[in-house]
């Protein structure tokens, strides 16, 4: 059975910092490109930013640039989200998703597993 939980979620002001993080099971996680998304209230998911099984190869999105860096531990199984200077517009609902590396890896549909989401919440 293939999980993928998100954590570090919360309540922040504009201006502060935080690190998301996705743990996964179930699968041989080196073989998976993993990406963080997002669904702000009453909008589509965007893709933010994805990294591929080993690391080395980072693609970033529109709502990841300058800001938000993705990251990966194979060891831990583990993919990280860092985010600074936080928004309000950044208020959204944040995913983690797992996808074997076919199709438009910008694209929510290329992803096969999906983590139930951390919330993220913006004050200004």
């Known amino acids: 059975q293939v999980q993928l939980v998100e954590s570090g979620g919360g309540l922040v002001q504009a201006g502060a910092s935080l690190k998301l993080s996705c743990t996964v099971s179930?699968?041989?996680?080196?073989?998976?490109?993993m990406a963080w998304f997002r669904q702000p209230p009453g909008k589509e998911r965007e893709f933010i930013a994805g990294?591929?099984?080993?690391?080395?190869?980072?693609f970033v999105g529109d709502s990841g640039k300058g800001r938000f860096a993705i990251s990966r531990d194979n060891a831990k199984n583990l993919v990280a989200l860092q985010m600074n200077r936080l928004e309000p517009e950044d208020t959204a609902v944040y995913y983690c998703?797992?996808?074997?590396?076919?199709?438009?890896?910008?694209?929510?549909?290329?992803?096969?597993?999906w983590g139930q989401g951390t919330q993220v919440t913006v004050s200004s």
């Open positions: 998703a797992a996808a074997s590396g076919a199709g438009y890896l910008r694209s929510s549909s290329a992803y096969t597993y």
């Open positions: 990294v591929d099984g080993s690391g080395t190869l980072v």
């Open positions: 179930g699968l041989t996680f080196n073989n998976y490109v």
